[in-house]
Structure formats: structure tokens, C-alpha cells
């Protein structure tokens, strides 16, 4: 949902324990832009969010930004907060403080449908799906086609399962023989399949990757890694958390390393080495 | 390449590749994939086996309970118990359970007695006031469980003693209020005549398989499932010539699939009722897909208490009076039980409206047949509760299996 300049994530909280100055900088590095400046191809920024659960500070004063067409890698150690702020962006949890910018306009983001509205879609680490529905309900879950008037007005299955069919052949899933098959029936990889074609169903501007090939074998890890590419050229700003080294050089245009809650650094593949992004990754100076 | 993906209508679809195997074999291996992907779904059709069972075992056991006249009456005497199990469902699609249902039935009869008897009211008037009482309290209840994130069990425990003593404070120091209006005494003791009750399957009959038909063509079932309107119009055939061998399709048993048709169509074709199995099936997962979790919470236990006070028009109807003891007994227990044993999950997410009619048949139909048999209210409980714990057993197993099987999956992958 478009909601200017509401909401509470305004509030400003004192640091408990962090060093601001490195961040400050960081934040420059993040954001070349700086400032209130925003550039025409900006799709998504996060400016200074900070989410903490009790006495853990999850994230603090996180800010990054994703332009159309541009993949930024998430990357960072276990705990690092970035399924957190994935969490945040996608309207799953509401931060403590920070803001979010869609296409450069500010928006309130309390929920995932708000998310949804504002052109974000999400494939979530535990998947997010029904075990007791099939492929197509789990797909069409939140945005059912409908036919009919009035109090007639029904679920058009027929056209879901049309669609859901097309879907995961244009995403080239060949593992799911049937797609009326209940997910508990589902292998972890079909599953996982199943989270990218909802996340891709719709053209979204922004989509949000966490971990996306955990669960894949082979052949469905590079179909997925294909279709960030062909996404990206599409014109999709996609945020992506992966652990795996050679497909953040493969599809990032700019990696963001998280460290305890903090933007660690900002690299470019093209002027860095993995040996790099893991010293960043365990705090290191790069 | 990748191998197409085929949007089959049902996993029975997926035929396997013919082989030499005797036919014996065939059919068993058919028979356990059946078994298999009724008992996975949530289907009626184990419960449905059970009821033939009992059908069987009974009329072994006395010549009358498969006659006419008793299978007349079995099914007034499950319609109560199927209409507050059908409300019962609602709320256990989603996982949770109404404990209230008994005592919100007998608030709400007492209310109609006040408003028939003591007001004089017009019976239409009345009715209508009585369901929104009870779509009001259901959704009083539904309040503090979906927004507050209480437990459901604690509230409707809650509601349940809440709303007995609502009861028992409407009916006032006489404690029984006699409801003679002839209108709301039909909804029970009257049955169809029989030229309509055949009328009436003719069209439901005709809608049913002009509905199937029409899906066919729009490539909307399976070659295979066009046998589920044959198996429907049998069906509707044979219980109208039962009931049409005795008085006539009883109008209580007629309100009741009213009833059902209209929650079975909800519940399959409209979004908030395949919500319902969302929000059973993992809540967390249907709120990040943008459904609203919490309102459809507090619309199942709305519709929950609407059919409450639907149960408490029948009860009112079927004795005349509404009194302390309307909604009261073991009512709620029997409900809850029918629900289960009819295949509905108490963990949610699994389950079908028709489970209220196959389990109250089997609940009453085992009162019955012990009725039959001369035995005793002790026995009668006895039987009741075995029949209720072997469902709760197979819900738990089959949940069981479920969970181990997509270990196992997430382990291959």
C-alpha cells in the first residue's frame, strides 16, 4: 500500500553499544547518492533501519539501496541480520525505526500485503507455504483469480491451474509432475521450486531472494540463477541472500556484506575476490 | 528439456504405466493408492466405509435399522448434532476448537422462546434475530482469540459457562418456555410431500451433473471425476425413495443439506473459505501471502455461532420449548466427535463440511443400533467414546506420516 508519510518508523533510538562513526561512512559507501538525492532508476532504499528483539540488536541503522535491473547480493554470517532485514522489507516484521523507499517516494510497509502492494514479493528461507494445499493454491495464495458476479463470484481454478502450469514451464521446473499435489508431498527442492514461481508469478519491480537455491539440486539452482539474470534484464531490482560465493560473482552487481547488524562493506564483483567478501563477511577489514 | 507439467485433476489421475501384473494385484495396488489419497486429503471416505460397516453389523443384528421408518428418524436425530458439528468444523479447519457451541445454542433457543412466546413476535423476525445473536457471540469470541491471541480452547471454555449462565438468566425463574408457534414447530415435524421430494431430486440432480458437465468442458475435472455426479445423483435417488417409503424427506434432515451445500460451496470456490485451510495449515505462511488472517479467524467463529444458534432453532423446534437443558448433555461432545470421526484434522487444515453428516450419521447410527439392541446408555457411552478415540488415533497418525514424509522429502532434496 502507498502510504506517504505516515507511520511510526520516524522514531529515533540511542545506540546501545554500537560505534556510529564506521557506520556513517558505510552508509556513504552504500549509498553514493547520500542524502535526500534520489536517482531516477532507484527502486528500493532502505534508509537507517534498526530492528531489535529484546536485549539483541538485530539491525542497526541499515541502510542500502537497489536499483531496476541491478541485483545486490545479501551477504553476511549466520546472524548477521539479513533474513531480518528481508523480514522488515517485506513487511513481516515492522522495524524499530528506519524508512523505506519505493521508486523514491517513501512508503509505510506494516504488512505483507502492504509489501505486495508496493511491488515486493518475497521467497522467504522457510518457504512460507500450505503444506495441506496444492501447488496452485499455494501460488495463487492472497491473489486468487476470480470468475463470476456477485454472489456468484467464485475461484477460477481452471484458469489458476492454466497459469500455475505455464509458470513453472517458463521457469523450466520439470520436477513437479502433477500440480495438484499437496506440498507435504513435495520434496524440499519441489518445495523451494514452488516459492520461486509464486515470487515470479507477477511482474513485481522488486523481488526479495532469501537463500533461493538452498534446497536445489544442480539444474534447478542454475534455472533459478537464469532467471535472476533474465529478471534483471527485465529491468526487476532483486535483492538476493545467498551463501554461495560463485553465484554471488555470477549475478551481483554490488555485494552487501552484513556484520552484527551493520552494513560491514560494500564491494563490487568486478573489483574484488571472494577471499575478500569472506574477510568482510567475518569482520575483517576487507 | 524439461519435462511439461500436467494440471491433473486429482492424484488418482496419474495413471501409471500399464504392466503384465495379475489383475488381483492391480486392484489392491489401486485400492492402497485409494486408501492413500483419501486418507492424505482428508476425505470422508474411510468414515464413509465405517458408516457401511455399522450399516452391515446392525441390520445383522436387528431387521429394523436399515427399514425405512428408522432411517427416517436416524437422520432427524442427526440433524441437530450435524448442525452444530458443521459449525464445529469451521473453527477446527483453522485449528482451533469451540467449546460454547452446546450452551450458545441453548441461549440462543432461549432467546427465540422469549421472543415467540413472551414477545409474540413474528417467527421470521425472530429467527433472523436469534442467528445474528449468535453470529454476534461467535464473534465476541473470535475477537478475543484472533486480535487478543488468546487461546481458543480458554475462551470458548470460557464462553461455554458465559453463555449457560446467559441462558439460564433469559429463561428466567420458570426455566422452560414453551414455543408453540406452528411454523417453527414444522422446521421439525414435518416431512415433503412425495411427488415434491422427487421434484426436488430431479433438480438438484439435473444441477448437479449440468454443473459437472459444464466444468468438463472447460477443462476444469477430470475424464474420472465426471463418476462423483453419478455417484451424487445415486445417492440422492436412493435417500429420497427411503424417505419417500416412510412420511416423506423429513424437512429438518432438508434444512441441513441445505446447510451443507451452501458451506460446501464457501468453503471450496470462494477465497475466505480456501483461507480457512490456509490459515489451518500454516497461519504464519497465509499472512505472508497476504491473507487476513485475523479477520478470517473471527469470520469462522461468526459463522460458527450462527450455526450454533441454527442447532439451538432445530432443538427448540424438535421439543417445543426452549429449556435449561437445550444444548446441554453431551450435544457439544457428540458434535466435536462427529466432526473428527467424519475426517475432519483437530490440528487444522484438513477436513470437509460433509464430515458433519457422515459423522453425526455414524454417532447417531450407533445410538440407534444400540437402541436396537436393548443396551444400556452406559454401553451406548462406551461405544461412542471408542469410536471417537480410534478417529482422534487416525488423525494423529495420518498428521504423523504427513510430517515424516516431508522430513524425508527435505532429506532427499
Known sequence: ?286 | MSEPVSPAAHPLDEIPPRDHARPTDRLVSFAKRWLSAALSQGTAMPAIASLVIIAVFFQSQSQYFLSPGNLSNLAVQATLVAIIALGEIFVLLLGDIDLSLGSMAGASAALLGVMITNGHMPWLLAIFIMLAFGALLGSFQGWWIAWLGIPAFVVTLAGNMGFLGLQLYILGPNGTLGIFDPNIAALSGTELPVSVGWILAAIVGVAVVASTLVRYARGGVAVRSLSRPVVVGVLIVVAVAVFNASRGVPTPFLILIALLVVAWWVTMNTSPGRHLFAVGGNAEAARRAGVQVKRIRMAAFAVSGTLGAAGGLIAASYNGSAGTLTGGGTLLLEAIGAAVIGGTSLFGGRGSVWAALVGALIMSGVENGLDLMNSDQPVKYMVQGVIVLLAVSLDTILRRRQSRGRQLGAAIA
Not at chain 1, 547520500?34 to 530492528?51: C, F, H, I, M, N
Not at chain 1, 512508503?107 to 528461507?125: K, L, W, Y
Open chain 1, 1 to 286: 500500500m502507498m502510504v506517504s508519510e505516515s507511520g511510526d518508523l520516524q522514531a529515533d533510538r540511542s545506540e546501545p553499544g554500537r560505534q556510529a562513526a564506521p557506520i556513517a561512512a558505510e552508509r556513504q559507501s552504500v549509498m553514493p547518492r547520500g542524502g535526500e538525492a534520489v536517482a531516477p532508476s532507484e527502486a528500493l532504499r532502505v534508509d537507517g533501519v534498526s530492528k531489535s528483539f529484546g536485549l539483541v540488536q538485530a539491525l542497526y541503522r541499515v541502510s542500502l539501496s537497489v536499483d531496476h535491473g541491478e541485483v545486490v547480493a545479501l551477504v553476511g554470517d549466520n546472524g548477521a541480520g539479513k533474513s531480518t532485514l528481508i523480514k522488515v522489507i517485506s513487511g513481516v516484521i515492522v522495524p524499530d525505526e528506519g524508512q523505506l523507499y519505493v521508486n523514491g517516494e517513501r512508503v509505510v510497509v506494516r504488512s505483507p500485503n502492504d509489501a505486495a502492494q508496493c511491488g515486493i514479493r518475497t521467497i522467504h528461507q522457510d518457504l512460507a507455504l500450505a503444506d495441506n494445499l496444492d501447488v496452485v493454491e499455494n501460488l495463487y495464495l492472497g491473489r486468487e483469480l476470480f470468475r463470476g458476479v456477485g454472489p456468484l463470484r467464485r475461484l477460477d481454478f481452471a484458469a489458476m491451474r492454466q497459469r500455475t502450469a505455464a509458470a513453472l514451464l517458463e521457469l523450466g521446473i520439470g520436477t513437479i509432475s502433477n500440480i495438484r499435489t499437496p506440498m507435504a508431498q513435495l520434496s524440499g527442492g519441489q518445495r523451494q521450486t514452488v516459492a520461486v514461481a509464486r515470487a515470479t508469478l507477477e511482474n513485481c519491480p522488486i523481488l526479495l531472494f532469501d537463500e533461493p537455491t538452498a534446497s536445489l539440486g544442480l539444474k534447478e539452482a542454475r534455472h533459478v540463477i537464469e532467471l535472476v539474470q533474465r529478471l534483471r534484464a527485465q529491468g526487476t531490482a532483486i535483492l538476493i541472500i545467498t551463501h554461495n560465493m560463485r553465484q554471488v560473482f555470477e549475478v551481483a552487481d554490488r555485494i552487501v556484506v552484513l556484520h552484527l547488524g551493520k552494513v560491514g562493506a560494500v564491494l563490487r564483483p568486478s573489483s574484488t575476490t571472494p577471499e575478500v567478501v569472506v574477510r568482510a563477511i567475518m569482520g575483517k577489514a576487507p
